[in-house]
Nanobody, 121 residues
Framework: VQLQASGGGLVQAGGSLRLSCAASERTFSSHVMTWFRQAPGKEREFVAALRWGVQNTYYADSVKGRFTISGDKAKNTVYLEINDLKPEDTAVYYC???????????????WGRGTLVTVSS
């Protein structure tokens, strides 16, 4: 499967963005779609996850209340709505697909190329 992430850009602090990640193949109910991010000089970190079948969502504490993950089954696309952006949200955002929920990047086999979000203060 190929994952295509898009929607990043340069925004001012307090702004909003919606990231998209489209899968080239059908996403099944057993799959988990997850967003990670990696800031310059830092390790890749978990942001949010969505259990595709039941649409359960999980968030990192640092983004709760500001980020919303959702999925469109008809389009095989997962979204990440980002509100009240902060400079510390600056990172490359990656989507990934796995067979089980995990906050560890190493457990995900399929990755998109990433989309850059830059937040200016």
């Amino acid at each position: 499967v190929q994952l295509q992430a898009s929607g990043g850009g340069l925004v001012q602090a307090g702004g909003s963005l919606r990231l998209s990640c489209a899968a080239s193949e059908r996403t099944f109910s057993s799959h988990v779609m997850t967003w990670f991010r990696q800031a310059p000089g830092k390790e890749r970190e978990f942001v949010a996850a969505l259990r595709w079948g039941v649409q359960n969502t999980y968030y990192a504490d640092s983004v709760k209340g500001r980020f919303t993950i959702s999925g469109d089954k008809a389009k095989n696309t997962v979204y990440l709505e980002i509100n009240d952006l902060k400079p510390e949200d600056t990172a490359v955002y990656y989507c990934a697909r796995g067979n089980s929920y995990s906050r560890s990047p190493s457990t995900y086999a399929y990755w998109g190329r990433g989309t850059l979000v830059t937040v200016s203060s």
